[in-house]
Each structure stands twice: as C-alpha cells, then as structure tokens.
C-alpha cells in the first residue's frame, strides 16, 4: 500500500512537500510518479521517478518549482513543491509500479490523495 501525505492549505507563493510511504515493500526498482486531480478535471501526471531511480520526469506546467526526489530507505518518495499557484489546487495521489520503467496512468499501486489547496 502507498500513503500519500503531506498537503494542506497555502498561500500562492508558497510550498509544501508530499510524501508517499511505501507500506509493506520497498520501492527499489518501481517506477514512482505523482499524479493530481482537480474538482472537474481529468487526472494529470505530475512528476516521476523511473524504475532504476535515477531519471526524473516533469509535467510541462510545473516550469522547474517542483522536484521529486527519493530517501535512501527506498520506502519514502517525496514531491517538494515551491511557488505553488491556484492553478495547484487540487488532490494529489503518488503511484508506483514494477513492471514499468516510466510513470503512466495504469500503474498498479495508488496511494489515496492527499489534499493541496493554494489561495490567499
């Protein structure tokens, strides 16, 4: 099982870092990512981690303000995420899979969302 935590309320401007806790097993050799989900809107892929741990991958939108990285327990993903907008709002979920190298919409382990919420 996958624990996404870490969200709350901020101000635009400001920042928050996710984790997803990895209960059970160890997330060396799955693919990670991070996906959200606004009220109204499709789920959109966010960030990812491949499966050998070393390339990261970002959404176009995030322009450099998030980062994803890794602890070395290998059970904890995290998504540091600075300059958050209003357009960030919205429920984040982590995902991992082994039996893919990348991130995609079909992975088999979901966490189940934490809550992120910019405004003033």
């Known amino acids: 099982q996958l624990q996404a935590s870490g969200g709350g309320l901020v101000p635009p401007g400001g920042s928050l870092r996710l984790s997803c806790v990895a209960h059970g097993f160890t997330l060396d050799g799955y693919a990670v990512g991070w996906f959200r989900q606004a009220p109204g809107k499709k789920r959109e892929w966010v960030s990812c981690?491949?499966?050998?741990?070393?390339?990261?991958y970002y959404a176009d939108f995030i322009k450099g303000r998030f980062t994803i990285s890794r602890d070395n327990s290998k059970t904890t993903v995290y998504l540091q995420m600075n300059s958050l907008e209003p357009e960030d709002t919205a429920l984040y979920y982590c995902a991992a899979d082994a039996s893919s190298d990348a991130c995609n919409y079909n992975m088999h382990h979901w966490g189940q969302g934490t809550q992120v919420t910019v405004s003033s």
């Open positions: 981690f491949s499966a050998d741990g070393i390339r990261t």
